[in-house]
C-alpha cells in the first residue's frame, strides 16, 4: 500500500506537475477504479490529449468511457487502438474489450 509519504509525494508530485500526462492518467484510472468513472474519464481525456502517442492511456481512457456508460466513445478510442502493432499487448487488450461492447 501506499505510504502516508508516498501519498504525500504523489500529491506534491501532482501540484508541481498537474499536467503530466503519467500522473493523470494514474489519477483518473484511480477515479475510474473507485465508482467515479466519469470523473476519471475528463481526467483520462486530458491525459490523452496530452498524450496522444500513448496507447496505454488510450486504452484507460476507453475502459474509464465504458465504465461511464459511453460505450460508442470507447468503441471510438479502442477502434484506434486495434490500428497498433499485431505483437502490441495494447492492441490485443483493445480488441478484448471492443468484443465486450
Known sequence: GMT????DS???AQRLSPFTPGILDTRGWALTHNGQAKRGVQILH????LAPAQGDIRLHLAQALASA??????RKE??????????SPI???AEKLLATL
Open 69 to 74: 456508460g459511453d460505450k460508442d466513445g470507447a
Open 10 to 12: 504523489a500529491v506534491h
Open 78 to 87: 479502442l477502434t484506434e487502438l486495434t490500428k497498433l502493432d499485431k505483437a
Open 46 to 49: 486530458m491525459a490523452s490529449s
Open 91 to 93: 492492441r490485443v487488450e
Open 4 to 7: 502516508p509519504e508516498g501519498l
